[in-house]
């Protein structure tokens, strides 16, 4: 790598790398999916580009895909996409210097990894000079996630339907689903949105969905409060990124 | 299964959604000085929604049709246990694709 470079940028890039393997096969499957749900390669890729955060991606993809009403979809990326309101309130002093225009940037840039290598990085020293490890870290995930839904868009037209590829989608989401469960409020969370959404699946306008979001979300609550020994909520969140 | 929206209404969604997206993220860091911490019940709320929201995506996928031992034994439910397996054992995506597509194919074959 170039060594005029601030060193900062590409230890960024150096700690990303890891993070690479479970993102390509993530990014492979944006881009299949599209494909596979009747959007165009341009569609799909600019969906990578302009949204940039694969779970809300994969939902909306499949919303799309099961002609459900535009509202549901576009309010199921903005439910699954919230959670970025914590990691930007957690990292926004560490940006509080840059000018609103690099701040800009910051913010599209900001992923589940990003933040979570940067926090890591800047809380252990305070005299970096702040964008560039986020930078180097936040833009390698971009590059590889645009190349990776191009790779996918380019294979997924190419595949026979027998090979069924779609499935990956539903995978994906037990993949995130799984570690987000790792308490008994999480559990409750987990059982009673599962539930709700199965009952209510033949709701107009996929309301099922958000039905069982919205009441996953008030037992987790609910269960959190009423559970001896699990504290306050605030504290869950903490470790949790 | 493939979208019968057309072009307007999915570039639609992706800008929107996309507007939406980039208004979260850019939040605090925008607001910080007047704004420093997500207030505590949202805090709360929001520890809660990946668990909900990936829970409600893809249960319709994997509930049989119905209660009987048959239904039960489809290729999507057989791929997606072995998914849930894996995951719980490694917390990896692509391990976790690999198990499922390989469970769904191994059932199809084998059912």
Do not use: K
Not at chain 1, 70 to 86: K, Q
Not at chain 1, 195 to 219: E, I, M, S, T, Y
Not at chain 2, 56 to 69: E, I, Y
Request: net charge negative.
């Amino acid at each position: 790598m170039d060594s005029r470079l601030p060193p900062e940028l590409r230890d960024g890039v150096r700690d990303a790398f890891p993070l690479l393997l479970g993102v390509i096969p993530f990014a492979l499957v944006a881009g299949v999916a599209g494909v596979e749900a009747g959007l165009s390669p341009l569609q799909t890729v600019g969906l990578s580009v302009v949204v940039f955060a694969g779970a809300s991606q994969l939902a909306a993809i499949d919303l799309l895909g099961r002609d459900a009403a535009l509202g549901v979809v576009v309010v199921t990326v903005v439910v699954i996409n919230l959670r970025m309101l914590m990691y930007s309130a957690s990292i926004a002093p560490y940006f509080r210097d840059l000018s609103a225009r690099v701040r800009a940037g910051c913010a599209y840039l900001l992923t589940d990894q990003a933040y979570a290598l940067a926090l890591a990085r800047y809380t252990g020293d305070r005299e970096l000079r702040r964008p560039y490890y986020y930078l180097g870290v936040a833009v390698t995930l971009w590059v590889v996630w645009q190349a990776g839904t191009v790779v996918g868009v380019v294979f997924g037209a190419a595949v026979p339907d027998g090979w069924r590829l779609g499935f990956a989608v539903p995978l994906v989401f037990l993949a995130l689903l799984v570690p987000a469960v790792s308490d008994a409020p999480e559990l409750a969370t987990a059982v009673v949105a599962a539930a709700v959404a199965v009952a209510g699946a033949g709701l107009p306008f996929n309301a099922g969905l958000l039905a069982g979001a919205v009441v996953g979300v008030a037992v987790g609550i609910a269960a959190d409060a009423l559970l001896p020994g699990s504290g306050d909520g605030a504290d869950a969140t903490e470790g949790h990124r | 299964m493939t979208t019968g929206y057309g072009p307007l209404s999915v570039w639609a969604v992706i800008v929107v959604g996309g507007l939406a997206t980039f208004a979260i993220r850019l939040s605090f860091i925008h607001l910080f000085g007047r704004v420093d911490e997500v207030p505590s019940p949202l805090r709360r709320a929001l520890a809660y929604v990946p668990a909900a929201v990936l829970a409600a995506l893809v249960a319709p996928d994997f509930a049989p049709a119905t209660a009987t031992p048959a239904a039960l034994l489809t290729p999507e439910i057989v791929g997606g246990a072995a998914a849930v397996a894996v995951a719980w054992r490694t917390e990896d995506v692509l391990w976790t694709v690999a198990a499922g597509m390989v469970g769904l194919h191994l059932a199809r074959f084998l059912l």
